[in-house]
């Protein structure tokens, strides 16, 4: 005999809750997933093949990876010292940068898009000056790294910061009192530390770029083989009642997800053997 | 010199030269100085200039011309589209969230790493492939898409659609705040209030629903503020028709798309309004009720 499925329990709602769960749960997610899944089987692995082994879908996929691993990684640098300096400097305004941290998640992605593109258009704030430096953004790589690096911001920030509210001052002291300088402790004792939690954020931050389109397609000027993200190729085919290779391209999309996912897992497992908690 | 310090120096002659004391766990003050520098430079750059810009596109031709465009029909019909979506997707979500949470951490069965992983996987889909998923689930070239449209029961294109699109990005914000919290705090009060005799209701009214409230609240508001705000999975569902499937995100980018500056500026800074309040309220939440909301108990 196995473990029961669902052991025995006093406990009232068993039925409401678990009924409640899973309907949901299969309606919101698990059946449309399906869904998708499903008419890829009847396309054929041939055909999704040779729908995404095209050089406009492969340049596409191509630049949302790169794309959202340069962001992920700035924002793995710029995240951790953002987590450090709100935990552990006092300074005037602090409250404010710690809640403007989170405004990426609260502001919708479609005024994020048209906000970044205002900012940085040939004739906007940031954009005249850069212009004049010869640096065009807005509608080249630039401006789609830019919308991923804001979209991405938080994770990082917020995966670190109870990490480092956690940190014993004890391990650091004892550090400088073998005789380490600053940045030696730094380096050896408080970045390993950090390490799991960063890399967590990182994922996090770079799973979101890869999907992510609102807050792109304003600013990338969306030029095929140039500044056209995996996202926007999906809607274009929809719009063309394409759904063959929508599925194609969007069950491309999902694997790189799942892997990411993984990824995250692994790390997650990895650091908690290496210091017994996440 | 001043006579002060010319005086500890003669009261301690082997006293190091004076200066202010810093622990070994501090940074050098300029290093400090240039960390906090580098930090609010990136914060306003990256962030702070954005939310300024919204504003100031929304009120280049003043107050007026910037009210004048939230109050036609399409922009009034927009928001309330956007209003009924939050309306009926939110409250579906806090109960989806409670009952979740209840199975998760109530019983023990087979699984369970499974389900908490299922419920997270939306957060991993991109909005786009997740709008592609519910228009091949019931569009009218599926089989239950066809047989919904043939009863008049249109779901992509119109506002169920947009419904399930909103649920499937937000589905897990709620769920996720509730299952650590009730984690922590057991089963015993809720053991207790059995063996007294109360009913499954009332120990959830009374017992659960007191301890979690401030994580129900924020799970509700970060589900609310992405409802509201969410583009991607909606523009693929929506059909984008002006007057009836056009939300406000959507509106954004169609005036927007149209070079009307001012009028999709203006219902951008109403949604940045909104955001601006969640991130409020939110602060609030984490400065007052810290102790019982799951975010901060992670890791």
């Keep these: 005999m196995g473990k029961p499925l669902i052991h025995r329990s006093p406990m009232p709602g068993l039925g409401l809750s678990m009924g409640i769960t899973l309907t949901m749960l299969s309606i919101v997610v698990l059946l449309p997933i399906g869904a998708l899944l499903a008419k890829g089987a009847s396309f054929g692995i041939g055909n999704i093949w040779d729908t995404v082994n095209r050089d ?57 898009g048209i906000a970044l593109t205002a900012l940085h258009a040939p004739n906007g704030a940031f954009g005249s000056i850069l212009g004049q430096l010869g640096w065009r953004v807005a509608y080249t790589q630039w401006g789609i790294l830019i919308a991923l690096i804001f979209v991405g911001l938080p994770f990082v920030t917020r995966t670190v910061q109870p990490v480092v509210e956690e940190i014993e001052r004890e391990v650091e002291e004892a550090s400088a009192t073998l005789g380490a ?79 990411l996912l993984l990824v995250i897992n692994l790390i997650q497992v990895w650091s908690r053997r290496r210091i017994g908690h996440v | ?78 928001i309330r589209l956007t209003l009924t979506i939050a309306a009926i997707a939110v409250p579906l979500n806090a109960i989806f969230g409670i009952a979740a949470a209840w199975f998760i951490t109530k019983f023990d ?12 996987l939306p957060f991993s889909v ?39 699109a909103t649920l499937f990005v937000t589905f897990p914000f709620v769920a996720r705040e509730l299952i650590p919290v009730m984690i922590e705090q057991g089963r015993a009060e809720e053991e207790a209030a059995l063996t007294l005799g109360a009913s499954g209701w009332r120990i959830f009214r009374t017992v659960t629903l007191p301890n979690i409230r401030w994580a129900l609240f924020y799970g509700v508001l970060l ?25 406000m995100p959507i509106t954004i ?12 500026f203006s219902m951008a800074a109403e949604l940045t309004l909104l955001a601006l309040v969640t991130l409020l309220l939110k602060a609030a939440l984490e400065m007052r009720h810290a102790d019982q909301l799951a975010a901060f108990r992670r890791h």
């Design chain 1, 56 to 112: 406009r879908v492969w340049a596409a996929l191509f630049l949302s990876f790169r794309l959202s691993l340069f962001a992920a990684l700035f924002n793995l640098v710029f995240g951790v010292l953002l987590a450090w300096v709100l935990v552990r400097y006092r300074f005037p305004g602090r409250r404010i940068l710690d809640a403007a941290v989170d405004l990426p998640f609260a502001l919708p992605t479609a005024v994020a």
């Design chain 1, 181 to 259: 300088s600053r940045f030696h402790t730094l380096r050896h004792v408080v970045l390993p530390m950090l390490a799991p939690a960063a890399l967590t954020g990182f994922a996090l931050a770079l799973a979101r770029a890869v999907g992510e389109y609102g807050s792109v397609i304003f600013i990338a000027g969306n030029i095929p083989l140039v500044t056209e993200i995996a996202p926007l190729l999906i809607v274009i085919q929809l719009e063309e009642f394409n759904y063959d290779a929508a599925a194609s391209i969007g069950i491309a999309m999902l694997l790189i997800s799942f892997a």
């Design chain 2, 253 to 264: 980018e169609m005036l927007y798309n149209e070079y009307l500056s001012v009028a999709a």
């Design chain 2, 109 to 120: 069965f087979r699984g369970k790493a499974v389900l908490i992983t299922l419920i997270d």
């Design chain 2, 223 to 247: 589900s609310n503020a992405r409802a509201m705000g969410e583009f991607g999975a909606v523009a693929v569902v929506s059909g984008k028709i002006r007057g009836q499937t056009a939300t």
């Design chain 2, 126 to 164: 991109s909005p786009v492939v997740a709008g592609l998923c519910i228009v091949l689930m019931f569009g009218a070239n599926s089989a239950i898409g066809g047989w919904l449209v043939a009863h008049d029961l249109p779901i992509v294109f119109a506002l169920p659609g947009i419904v399930l």
């Design chain 2, 1 to 78: 010199m001043s006579d002060a310090s010319a005086l500890a120096r003669a009261a301690a002659p082997d006293a190091p030269r004076a200066r202010a004391f810093r622990a070994a766990t501090d940074e050098s003050p300029l290093v400090r100085w240039i960390l906090v520098a580098v930090a609010v430079t990136g914060l306003l750059v990256l962030v702070g200039a954005p939310l300024f810009v919204v504003f100031s596109e929304a009120l280049a031709q003043g107050w007026s011309a910037a009210a004048k465009s939230l109050s036609n029909r399409d922009a009034r019909s927009a």
